[in-house]
T-cell receptor
């Protein structure tokens, strides 16, 4: 089964509003990452938060991590129509030795209305 | 420009045919990965390779094969044994921040 589960599955907001997406996972992790995917395109890495970190910022993005609840949230402030995309969380676990395996959730589809 | 390239962008094949998807990177990354994405789904790991001439099965390796003869190249073959090959295939190579993804190949089996 998927390690990460995003909530909500889909989100529609007006331009300028904030968008919050949540991710829950099941096992211990080394880090958690958020990715963005425009329709039919590859994934773009947004931000990585390590298991010993609680909050991280990058521009209009704010990510929190609560390892006790096995959950993370991605906040996009002052959203723009160009933010319309699918957003995935991925948890990194040790796999086959030293390699970090990324386990992806099913994603949140964000639509920002102009 | 450094990056990961996948070709072709769209690929159509008849049922029962093997098909090979290309993935090339000029970033000097050791580790490379193949993922599969189905509509409305997250990514699932097919195969990964940590170094040249070595690769390991991921979660859904059945019906797929790979090779890693060169550091820059990690081609994926979708064989006729793969029961549901129609999907979006993403290749990635590793950075300290995590995988860097290519643009993907959409495979449709008719």
């Amino acid at each position: 089964s998927q390690q990460g589960e995003e909530d909500p599955q889909a989100l529609s907001i007006q331009e300028g509003e904030n968008a919050t997406m949540n991710c829950s996972y099941k096992t211990s992790i080394n880090n958690l990452q958020w990715y963005r995917q425009n329709s039919g395109r590859g994934l773009v890495h947004l931000i990585l938060i390590r298991s010993n970190e609680r909050e991280k910022h990058s521009g209009r993005l704010r990510v929190t991590l609560d390892t006790s609840k096995k959950s993370s949230s991605l906040l996009i402030t002052a959203s723009r129509a160009a933010d319309t995309a699918s957003y995935f969380c991925a948890t990194a676990v040790v796999y086959g030795g030293a390699t970090n395996k990324l386990i992806f959730g099913t994603g949140t589809l964000l639509a920002v209305q102009p | 420009d450094g990056g990961i390239t996948q070709s072709p962008k769209y690929l159509f094949r008849k049922e029962g045919q093997n098909v090979t998807l290309s993935c090339e990177q000029n970033l000097n990354h050791d580790a490379m990965y193949w993922y599969r994405q189905d509509p409305g789904q997250g990514l699932r790991l097919i195969y990964y390779s940590q170094i040249v001439n070595d690769f390991q099965k991921g979660d859904i390796a059945e019906g797929y094969s790979v090779s890693r003869e060169k550091k820059e190249s990690f081609p994926l073959t979708v064989t006729s044994a793969q029961k549901n090959p129609t999907a979006f295939y993403l290749c990635a190579s590793s950075t300290p921040q995590g995988p860097l993804f290519g643009p993907g190949t959409r495979l449709t089996v008719l």
